[in-house]
């Protein structure tokens, strides 16, 4: 099939994404373009751009796509509501969207959908409905819904008006860095990177573009090899913002045309790629938005020498689930580790133990009476702490330093 629609046209082309580009214009920011030599140095890339969508407005790329679709409903529409599903970003988008333009939104959500993005969503003034374990339930009860009170659906990712708006970001991207040889995009359901695709398909130089996925919800590259839509019966992943089972018609039509490859992440590289955004850039990404800075860390692509763009694609995050994904980031880059100590002379040993930790330039992060065990001779404390460190060989000399006290041993001791 030449063209997305079977017929050698285009369902969504460069002309679509400058017309939702003036649209929009007033609405959404132009988001930085941050470059990083630290990220280029870990990819052997010459370049690293990272496109950073988690300070859009509501905390991601979404309002794009949302306000170019909902800006162009009829009278009609507009009265009979809105209703959406999402797993939290395109509902903020729908909800902002809704309340510029005075339209009346509901958003159904699944029940992993983290508080934070619900409370954000309900805050602009969008009624909120959680429904389904997974998003596909939220989205059936949410077209269910639709056929029953005739309120307009407004799909998250599969329509042309969505895509166009997600691909005013290829826009900016060449604007911003026209060097651009690749740029990885966190494929969910496909709306992000069918835009992005579009738009750096057309350009005049030729640039790769690549998906990334988490691979507990890694549907698009069995489809894309296929050429038939492939879907997964359940999902598994941290990264609930592209935790979808399956590319739909418009964006798999689409992304057959624009996608030169996609790769597959574990979760832990994803918190690694978090942690790494934290410490190195200074941003807090989502784990959806850091899946393609996981990719880039990864050694699944060949970036040597070139200009790479990677979108972060999303911010919202609950602080205490961000610390929990910088703490398993910490122990995937082997900067973490976790011990067992049997202490004498508690609780004065707690001094020592942290004088002993920051001497050795590492940081105590936990340290708390455990839980007696088959294991603890009953006159000493059992006691876990929690150390970060620079690497393994730093922290094992923590620990060794540790051991050396006296009334101090360590039981057990964990750098994975």
């Not at 017309?19 to 373009?33: C, F, G, N, Q």
């Not at 979808?244 to 992440?265: G, M, P, Q, Y």
């Not at 067992?340 to 942290?354: E, M, S, Y």
Request: net charge negative; aromatic share 2%; glycine share 10%.
């Amino acid at each position: 099939m030449s063209g997305a629609d079977g017929t050698g046209e285009r369902l969504v082309t460069r002309a679509d994404v400058e017309a939702a580009r003036e649209r929009i214009d007033d609405v959404v920011h132009r988001t930085p373009l941050d470059t990083s030599r630290t990220f280029a140095e870990m990819a052997g890339a010459a370049s690293i751009g990272l496109k950073l969508e988690n300070v859009q407005r509501t905390g991601s790329f979404k309002i794009r796509g949302a306000y170019n679709k909902m800006a162009q409903l009829s009278a009609a529409e507009r009265e009979a509501g809105v209703i959406s599903s999402s797993a939290g970003n395109h509902a903020q988008g729908v909800a902002l969207a809704g309340q510029l333009l005075d339209i009346e939104t509901t958003i159904v959500v699944p029940e992993v959908t983290p508080a934070a993005k619900i409370e954000a969503t309900r805050g602009y003034g969008a009624e909120v409905v959680v429904e389904g374990d997974i998003y596909e339930r939220s989205y059936e009860h949410a077209t269910e819904r639709a056929a029953e009170t005739g309120e307009t659906f407004v799909h998250p990712f599969d329509d042309e008006a969505i895509v166009a708006g997600q691909g005013t970001i290829g826009l900016e991207l060449l604007e911003q860095y026209p060097e651009i040889d690749t740029v990885l995009v966190a494929i969910g359901g496909g709306g992000l990177i069918s835009g992005i695709g579009t738009v750096l398909k057309a350009a005049e130089r030729d640039v790769r573009v690549i998906g990334v996925q988490p691979e507990g919800a890694a549907h698009a590259k069995p489809s894309l090899e296929a050429d038939e839509i492939r879907a997964l019966s359940d999902v598994d992943t941290v990264a609930e913002g592209i935790a979808d089972t399956r590319l739909l018609e418009t964006t798999f039509a689409i992304a057959r045309e624009v996608v030169d490859d996609v790769v597959s992440v574990s979760d832990r590289e994803i918190a690694a790629a978090v942690t790494l955004l934290a410490e190195r850039a200074k941003t807090v990404a989502e784990s959806a938005g850091a899946t393609p800075l996981a990719g880039v860390l990864s050694d699944a692509v060949d970036l040597e020498g070139e200009h790479v763009g990677v979108v972060i694609s999303g911010g919202n995050v609950n602080l205490t689930e961000h610390a929990e994904l910088t703490r398993t980031g910490l122990h995937e880059l082997e900067r973490y580790a976790d011990a067992r100590l049997a202490v004498a002379g508690w609780p004065t040993a707690v001094g020592d133990i942290a004088d002993v930790v920051e001497s050795a330039g590492a940081e105590l992060d936990v340290l708390e009476r455990a839980r007696r065990t088959s294991i603890d001779e009953p006159n000493r404390v059992p006691v876990t702490v929690g150390l970060e460190g620079s690497g393994p060989e730093h922290l094992e000399g923590v620990l060794e330093s540790l051991d050396a006290l006296e009334g101090i041993a360590v039981l057990e001791r964990s750098l994975e």
